[in-house]
């Protein structure tokens, strides 16, 4: 029986994949830092994580100038993605219990949810963890103050980090949302993701 739900945010339930890659771009070109990395390829990862990737010794600057990019971009791009809002209030009518489990700042977080008008039972935020995905400390932190088992759960994300992250907790109902990042379906399939269109899928599912 289903007693809890984690979702990733950006990406699954608000549309700031996008608004956090752009931010990455404008903070790159402003430093005048030429990277080799596809950006699809950090997406889901926390944000001092990807900093650090980018910017190398100048990372701490890339940081602060992706976030003040961000701040400024989330309220002006950013809109629920389809069917989420529906979504959550359904799991909730239901007594599903809800952790949002994201890489983001919680400050940034914060403001996602803002755009989604929701406050989750559980906020687990990138700079609230020692190690974020695809490392599992995070799901499994949310796991346990859910107090609730992996197999009671099913978790939602976009990226391989949130994928990786859910296997490694032993969740068995794991959910890809396919968006605009570049990502392996086949990769997620191998950890035990299905494959959903958009968040609508899902009242097929669960």
Known sequence: MIKAAIFDLDGTLVSTANVHKT????????????????????????????????????????????????????????????????????????????????SSLKASAELSLSILNFSPDLLIAGDEVKNGKPNPEPVISALNKLMVKADETFAVGDTMQDIIAYNRSNIQKIYLVINDININREEAKNYGARIINTLCDLFKEI
Do not use: H, Q
């Open 23 to 102: 931010a990455w771009e404008l903070a790159l070109k402003d430093l005048n830092i030429s990277v080799n990395v596809k950006l699809d390829n950090l997406m889901g990862m926390r944000t001092i994580e990807i900093a650090k990737i980018l910017g190398g010794d100048r990372y701490l600057e890339l940081f602060n100038k992706k976030n003040e990019y961000y701040k400024d971009l989330v309220i002006k791009m950013a809109k629920p993605t389809p069917c989420a809002v529906e979504i959550l209030k359904n799991l909730r009518e239901n007594n599903i219990k809800i952790a949002i489990v994201t």
